[in-house]
């Protein structure tokens, strides 16, 4: 009985301590932005001072948040929309029709994306260029899509493969054999993992810098190009690039808290055997 | 579900349209309105953003045009405006360029010229000779100054008042290794010097660059060998790392302007040679604890004074590619004029002027005497002659930043090899030799001459 | 037998009748367009690199372009940073894995356990992974790193140690150090997932028969991860070869090349010297490296994929 209280104590306190561990940089760049910039770079770390919003009042009128913020869900949300478009019938063409060359397929898929992007920028660039894409969202959904869509189907295949043959073999059987029931039945099945693949997709979005930045100007510059500008300038600036990571990550930190139990479903699903 | 089918197909195509159409339709509608839209790509410095700031003003008086900024940290910002000019992107209708880019970007006809289109109350006379030749090529101008800057030593009077010291008229620096040895006080927290150590072609290697000059050596010879393998570059780099570290901050390998500027407003450093721009916000009691006792003199000379302080400036620029060129050229007058600077003394007072780049700033008594680094400013800006920056004659111009393409590159591999040596990872023998090989190998790739 | 969802057998076609005819062209009709796409647009960028890559081409000298052959690969194969950054990109990918799944399943099994405010605590443990890899840096290098006022710096000081200068003396380490955090919450929430997917009522019965805590670990919790781990390791190994926005922000590739890896010497080239065609013959290269990896990591879990 004693031997169990205290496992559970030293189970507490090491799980606290890992968790807050973890999450202290952050805690600290989110109390940092509500410092002036002379407290913010104090040898002895101020624990107690007293908070100000200017720096969130200098962030503002400097650049807006809420135009850069825009052009992030933008992209997020439709380059995810669009490479699940894609990759649902080729994550079900891999899982369900395997031929010889399957495998070779995912893996070479895989591997263009080990290939650094800024190999590959001035082509890109030229490109978009000619096809007047620059400083478009449009563009820039595109080339999340393009980055995103092996993931996407790699996570979808892997989910396509556990789900439970019996049920669609039933279906079939029922004289169904036809391509959209399986569709309808296929779908309801995986969706956790759908969903999870969706949700990783637009945490990869959401934090893409380098493209975010090179194929945007001011028009459709995300998030990625608002932190720019407030990085390593001439003088004083912990508090204000505090006040905007905090601002820049707040939106997606809410949504990977909210949507977490979604992710461990899906990721859930994936692992079951 | 046929709906499905058609969307999949032709899913990327209308992604495509709505989004096009609808941009030339908006087009269509902005020419009818005649308002032009400038796309501006700026540092993300003080005074730049004293510049979007006051925009608004601008804004006011040329309703028609429109300003949209892209503010980014100095690094990326070159990136994009390089790959920018060079590829005709036609991002951007006004970037900020240094000294680096003008004479290149105005050689490959990547800037529009600028002498014969500036307005009649413009003034170019009034610019500072340096400057104004920094910014051309072959006769022409490319870029407007927008602040300027040169190197010189900062002191803490009090301090040296306590240890009876003078900091002569025109210091060598002979004088700076004595001074920082008789000031350097770890356990109070209070080193003698403080200099830039963090690699990079614009940070430790601007202050290289000049040291090595005052010591008698340059970059390349006559013949664009590298030079960094000398005996030259040897006592310069040797003086440096020593220096350092034994009189300088700890961790001083990774700081640079900025930190050292922090450094120093707190107290912390008994000298500093860094840029001019700094002198604003160590006088300014509101931010630098040391406001009252912060001494300035020129920068330090070894062996001549040829290329002792640097010179350089940001400026604005008109890329060639620009679809709205005459409204980008408005907006660069404005903002490099006298007006402006008249504008920013009416709203931040005369000490936060952009500084270093029009003579007529430094005849105006309220900012000499608001400013008393101003004088120091002027002196070292006119006496940082690019055209003629070394003892030896040189093939290339430029002090600190040669203006050859390929400079970027060369500074950083160079940089980061002498922030290696004072770190203490290797000699400074072997970080000269690898510079020397580094810069050779990039020298047969691109081939340069300018 | 499932194989056969798509049916090719005649005789179901004729049990169904004419029209599977129009389904099965719906079908394959809905397949190909997807991976038509995705190979174009997997293919295009590959192929532009590799013809770049026999190119000359320097954004700063547009007079100078034509054919060079293997120009491009010569100046990247005499390059004297390219067997360092190869061998640190090899390093960063294996202690960055190292941890991250090595302390992912300790921490894994440690949240599996019933404990107080484990929602919380296990939310606060996911944050590091939503931060944008740049924001990730600057917070470390600014605030944690700073070797004068960052707070890893406070606490030496308050031992009585001298803080270090982290991006000087241990710059790869560094990296390591700001990567794993990062990435930490991503293979602890995975391999968390798949050991709550696990029976319980297996594991009651292993710990009925005695089994203690290391026993059980080994024998029942840790086969049934090994695919899990198998999934963490293909993706992180995909991102951790183009680390890139840390290096970036900290250290630049230095001091000297200690801490560049390849996908920041293809950056030297392309944005520092602006030369296309050692850039792209650098991503050719970083493609093959990637592809032998990939290779060896397949060999070894081999049996995921095929399962």
Redo the contacts between chains.
């Keep these: 009985m004693r031997n169990n209280l205290l496992r559970?104590c030293t189970?507490?306190i090491?799980?606290?301590a890992?968790?807050?561990l973890?999450?202290f940089?952050?805690f600290?760049?989110i109390v940092?932005s509500f410092k002036t910039e002379g407290d913010a770079?104090?040898?002895?770390?101020h624990l107690f001072f007293s908070p100000t919003l200017e720096n969130y009042r200098a962030v503002q009128e400097r650049a807006s948040y809420f135009h850069f913020a825009w052009n992030s869900v933008v992209v997020a949300l439709g380059s995810t929309l669009l490479a699940l478009v894609?990759?649902?019938?080729?994550a079900?063409?891999m899982a369900?029709?395997?031929t010889r060359r399957t495998?070779d397929t995912?893996?070479?898929?895989?591997?263009?994306?080990?290939?650094?992007?800024?190999?590959?920028?001035?082509?890109?660039y030229l490109?978009f260029r000619d096809l007047g894409l620059l400083d478009t969202k449009t563009g820039l959904l595109l080339i999340n899509t393009?980055m995103n869509?092996?993931?996407a189907?790699?996570m979808l295949y892997?989910f396509f493969?556990e789900v439970p043959?019996e049920i669609?073999?039933a279906a079939?059987m029922d004289?169904a054999?036809?391509?959209?029931e399986?569709y309808n039945l296929l779908l309801p099945l995986s969706m956790p993992g759908i969903v999870s693949t969706g949700l990783l997709a637009i945490?990869l979005s959401?934090?893409e810098?380098?493209w975010s930045l090179n194929l945007t100007a001011a028009k459709a510059a995300p998030?990625?190009a608002f932190?720019?500008s407030f990085?390593s300038p001439e003088g004083l600036f912990?508090a204000k690039?505090?006040a905007a990571?905090t601002l820049?990550?707040t939106p997606?930190?809410i949504?990977?808290?909210i949507s977490?139990k979604q992710?461990?479903r899906g990721?859930?699903f994936?692992?079951?055997? | 579900m046929r709906i499905g089918?058609h969307r999949?197909?032709s899913g990327?195509m209308i992604r495509f349209l709505p989004f096009r159409s609808l941009l030339y339709i908006l087009l269509a509608v902005v020419e009818m309105r005649g308002q032009t839209t400038l796309t501006i790509a700026t540092v993300n410095n003080g005074d730049m953003i004293v510049m979007q700031k006051l925009s608004k003003e601008f804004q006011r008086e040329n309703a028609d045009i429109k300003l949209e900024w892209v503010v980014l940290e100095e690094k990326i910002l070159r990136?994009r405006t390089?790959?920018d000019a060079?590829?005709h992107g036609a991002q951007f209708d006004v970037v900020t360029i240094g000294p680096l880019e003008a004479p290149?970007w105005g050689q490959?006809g990547w800037l529009t010229p600028l002498n014969d289109k500036l307005s009649a109350g413009y003034d170019l006379g009034d610019l500072l000779k340096p400057i104004r030749d920094g910014a051309s090529y072959g006769g022409k101008l490319y870029a407007l100054p927008f602040y300027a800057e040169s190197s010189l030593t900062y002191y803490r009077k009090d301090l040296f008042q306590k240890a009876g010291l003078t900091m002569p008229a025109k210091p060598t620096y002979d004088d700076i290794a004595r001074f920082a040895k008789a000031l350097n006080d770890p356990a109070k927290g209070l080193y003698g010097i403080c200099l830039r150590g963090k690699?990079?072609w614009g940070e430790n290697m601007a202050y290289i660059s000049t040291i090595s000059n005052t010591f008698g050596g340059r970059w390349f010879d006559q013949n664009w060998t590298p030079q960094l393998d000398s005996p030259e570059w040897h006592v310069a780099v040797s003086f440096y790392v020593n220096l350092l570290q034994k009189y300088g901050?700890?961790?001083v390998?990774?700081n640079g302007f900025n930190?050292s500027l922090t450094?120093f407003e707190n107290g912390r450093c008994g000298m500093w040679i860094d840029a001019t721009v700094a002198a604003g916000t160590l006088y300014d009691a509101r931010q630098s604890k040391v406001a009252g006792t912060v001494g300035f003199a020129p920068a330090p000379i070894a062996v001549t004074p040829h290329g002792a302080q640097w010179l350089w400036f940001w400026a604005l620029a008109v890329p060639s590619s620009s679809k709205n060129p005459a409204a980008a050229l408005k907006f660069i007058e404005w903002a490099t004029s006298k007006d402006y600077i008249r504008l920013v003394a009416q709203t931040n007072g005369w000490a936060a002027v952009p500084p270093g780049t029009r003579e007529s700033t430094y005849r105006e008594p309220e900012y000499l005497a608001s400013a008393p680094f101003a004088q120091l400013t002027y002196s070292s800006i006119m006496a940082a002659d690019p055209l003629h920056p070394t003892a030896k004659p040189v093939p290339y111009t430029g002090i600190q930043c040669i203006v050859i393409?390929?400079f970027?590159?060369i500074g950083?591999q160079v940089g980061?090899?002498i922030?290696?040596a004072l770190?203490g990872?290797?000699s400074v023998d072997r970080a000269l030799k690898?510079a020397q090989?580094?810069t050779q190998?990039?020298q047969r790739?691109?081939g340069f001459t300018n | 037998?499932?194989?056969r969802?798509?049916?090719y057998d005649p005789a179901?076609y004729e049990a169904?009748g004419r029209k599977?005819w129009r389904?099965r062209l719906?079908?394959i009709?809905?397949?190909m367009?997807?991976?038509a796409?995705?190979f174009v647009?997997?293919v295009i960028?590959?192929l532009?690199?590799l013809w770049?890559s026999f190119q000359r081409?320097?954004?700063?000298?547009?007079g100078r372009k034509g054919f060079d052959g293997l120009g491009n690969y010569r100046?990247l194969l005499?390059?004297?940073s390219l067997i360092l950054s190869i061998w640190n990109t090899v390093l960063l990918v294996g202690a960055v894995l190292a941890i991250t799944i090595g302390l992912g399943t300790l921490?894994a099994v440690?949240?599996d356990?019933?404990?107080?405010?484990?929602g919380?605590?296990?939310?606060?443990?996911?944050?590091?992974?939503?931060?944008?890899?740049?924001?990730?840096a600057?917070?470390?290098k600014?605030?944690?790193m700073?070797?004068?006022?960052g707070?890893i710096?406070?606490l030496m000081r308050g031992i009585g140690l001298?803080?270090i200068?982290w991006?000087?003396?241990a710059p790869l380490a560094s990296i390591v150090i700001i990567v794993s955090?990062q990435w930490?919450?991503f293979a602890l929430?995975?391999l968390?997932?798949?050991i709550?997917?696990l029976d319980s009522e297996r594991k009651e019965a292993a710990r009925m028969d005695g089994a203690g805590s290391i026993a059980m670990f080994f024998h029942i919790i840790w086969p049934?991860l090994r695919?899990?781990v198998a999934?963490v390791t293909?993706?992180e190994?995909?991102f951790f070869?183009?680390i890139?926005?840390e290096i970036y922000?900290t250290t630049?590739?230095?001091?000297?090349?200690?801490s560049t890896n390849?996908?920041f010497l293809?950056?030297?080239y392309?944005?520092?010297?602006?030369?296309?065609g050692?850039?792209?013959a650098?991503?050719v290269v970083?493609?093959v490296l990637?592809?032998v990896?990939?290779?060896f990591l397949?060999r070894s879990f081999a049996r995921n994929?095929?399962?």
């Design positions: 559970k189970v507490t090491a799980g606290w890992v968790a807050l973890l999450f940089p952050i600290w760049m940092t770079i104090a040898r002895i770390p894609f990759a649902v019938p080729s079900y063409a369900f029709v395997p495998r995912l893996l070479w898929m895989l591997s263009t994306k080990m290939m650094p992007s800024v190999g590959v920028l001035v082509p890109i490109i393009l869509l092996p993931v189907i790699w892997t493969k043959r669609l073999e079939r004289g054999g036809r391509f959209h399986l945490i959401w934090n810098a380098f998030l990625t932190i720019a990085s912990y690039l505090s990571s820049a990550i997606i930190l949504f990977g808290w977490q992710l461990v990721l859930t994936g692992a079951v055997k | 089918v999949r197909y990327l990136e390089t790959t060079a590829t290149i490959r690699p990079g901050p700890p961790g390998s990774s930190e450094l393409p390929a970027p590159t950083d980061q090899l922030a290696a770190v990872n290797i690898d090989a580094a190998r990039v790739r691109s | 037998m499932v194989d969802l798509i049916t179901v169904i599977t389904k719906a079908t009709s809905l397949k367009p997807s991976i796409v995705l647009w997997s960028p590959l532009m690199t770049f081409y320097n954004l700063m000298d547009p100046y005499s390059d004297p921490l440690l949240f356990q019933e404990f107080f405010g484990r919380i605590a296990r939310v606060l443990a996911l944050a590091p992974f939503f931060v944008m890899p740049t924001v990730n600057l917070v470390w600014n605030m944690m700073h070797p004068d006022n707070f710096a406070f001298r803080p200068d991006f000087a003396v955090w930490l919450p929430l995975t968390l997932t798949a709550q997917s049934h695919q899990a999934a293909m993706i190994t995909i070869l183009g890139f926005a922000v630049s590739g230095g001091p000297g090349f200690a390849l996908s293809i950056y030297r392309a944005l520092l010297e602006y030369d296309v050692a850039a792209s650098g991503g970083a493609i990637a592809n990896l990939a290779l397949i994929l095929d399962a």
